[in-house]
């Protein structure tokens, strides 16, 4: 079975530097052990795939209290990540399965299963989880490396993906 790594929003908007005050997730610890992760699993062959959350360019989006658009620091993968392939899909929602381009990377690649980790475990980790789900991936989830600020979203969508059938490692 062809498995793939999905790294999720491990960008500085997010985990660095210029993370916004309260999404600040233990950056040291979640970026430790996402590195970690990437490092047993690029060496075991697995891909690694990396995935940003960007925020399209609208009137609307003007609105929104927290936005990361493309092109600017805040958008770019933390410094620091184990960038071990040049893997990169966008997303402009949570679910990184809405990028048309990264399912059929995926599905010629041969890839059957995913895991995941990256931040937000009650946002677009778990959404991206779902997402897999039904497109038909076998889907782990990596608790050690997730990092969450929506602890209640985390543990309603854990429970969720669960019932669905989703490994939890």
Known sequence: MSKALL????????????????LKIRQA?????????????????????YVRNVTKRSLIKRLVLFKVYEGT???ELVEGLHVVSDHVFVKYVGDAFSNPELRVFLKQNGVESVEIVGVDGGGCVVLTALGAIENGYHVVVNERAI???????????????????????
């Open 7 to 22: 790294v999720i929003d491990m960008q500085e908007a997010y985990v660095g530097e210029r993370c916004a005050s309260y």
């Open 29 to 49: 610890r979640i970026a430790k052990a996402v590195n970690d992760v990437i490092d047993a699993r690029s060496g075991a062959g697995c891909m690694v795939v």
């Open 73 to 75: 620091p805040e958008s």
């Open 147 to 169: 990092g969450t600020t929506f602890e209640r979203s985390k543990a309603k969508y854990f429970k969720k993906l669960r019932k669905l059938g989703a490994e939890f490692i």
